[in-house]
């Protein structure tokens, strides 16, 4: 693509009650441009990374909360991060919507080879494992650590270690059952406490990771998300501690912060019985 020239988009033919697609690029479009906000006129790349990060967190708890009208905003939202970043680059004259579709299109045709080709795919199993060959083939990732090495850094941990696992796991390197899991687990916690007692920073920092790291592979073993029970724990916590200031307003007429520790795991236990 050559560089673009400005393209004039009237403010007025944009106040509508429904929209479409196109509606959108031309909102962005202005937006973007002398006429439009300064505010998203000076944003770049980098400046708005966060934020795209932050709305497609927010789109997750309207899915968890089963709140379609929350979803409908939040997914809006995810949409205008992907729209900025696109014009900012149809800007320059290097890539617009067309191009984002078409390689989006052209590796979903070239990934379902069940779907629009003659391979096996009948079950969800085989149609995930053309997805994965093909692209470690695609990615040129000859080697198992190719594909180790591939998962973004900027993952979550707790996610990016489930990530790292799964893929190791296709070369056969995972245990044979929760119980070697859970040995491994014991193992690493007896280095953690070990550490604890020496002054090496680095060192219990190591095997902090080492610990959480193999209770992801019990995770892993038992069939569960570590990355998302941690998110129901933290949820959990934060409603009984909430709990328990009412509870401490309510039968010591004082703050939670004034009870003694003792008073306050009281409270913890019995909220969390109860």
């Given at each position: 693509m050559n560089s673009v020239s400005h393209e004039r988009i009237s403010?007025?033919?944009?106040?509508?009650?429904?929209?479409?697609?196109?509606?959108?690029?031309?909102?962005?479009?202005?937006?973007?441009?002398?006429?439009?906000?300064?505010?998203?006129?000076?944003q770049t790349h980098t400046s708005i990374r966060k934020n795209f990060i932050e709305e497609t967190y927010e789109a997750l708890e309207a899915i968890d909360n089963d709140d379609l009208p929350l979803l409908r905003e939040e997914l809006g939202d995810v949409m205008l991060q992907v729209?900025?970043?696109?014009?900012?680059?149809?800007?320059?004259?290097?890539?617009d919507f067309d191009d984002v579709f078409t390689a989006l299109c052209k590796k979903l045709v070239q990934r379902h080879p069940h779907v629009f080709g003659e391979a096996a795919g009948g079950t969800p199993a085989q149609a995930l494992?053309?997805?994965?060959?093909?692209?470690?083939?695609?990615?040129?990732?000859t080697r198992y650590g190719d594909s180790l090495k591939s998962v973004p850094a900027a993952f979550p941990a707790l996610m990016r270690a489930q990530k790292l696992q799964s893929r190791a796991a296709r070369a056969g390197f995972v245990y044979p059952d929760v119980d070697a899991a859970w040995d491994k687990l014991r193992e690493e916690t007896a280095e953690l406490r070990e550490a604890i007692d020496g002054a090496d920073a680095a060192a219990k920092e190591r095997e902090l990771g080492d610990l959480l790291f193999?209770?992801?592979?019990?995770?892993?073993?038992?069939?569960?998300?570590?990355?998302?029970?941690?998110?129901?724990?933290?949820?959990?916590?934060t409603e009984r501690?909430?709990?328990?200031?009412?509870?401490a307003e309510q039968r010591e007429g004082k703050p939670l912060h004034e009870l003694d520790a003792?008073?306050?795991?009281?409270?913890?236990?019995?909220?969390?019985?109860?």
């Open positions: 403010p007025a033919e944009l106040i509508k009650d429904r929209y479409g697609f196109s509606d959108f690029v031309k909102l962005i479009r202005l937006l973007r441009s002398p006429e439009g906000c300064p505010w998203d006129r000076e729209g900025l970043h696109v014009e900012m680059e149809r800007e320059l004259g290097r890539m494992d053309n997805w994965e060959a093909i692209k470690m083939r695609t990615k040129g990732q193999a209770l992801v592979s019990v995770a892993q073993q038992m069939g569960l998300d570590a990355e998302e029970a941690l998110t129901r724990a933290g949820q959990r916590f501690f909430c709990r328990m200031e009412q509870l003792a008073d306050q795991l009281n409270l913890w236990q019995e909220v969390k019985q109860g």
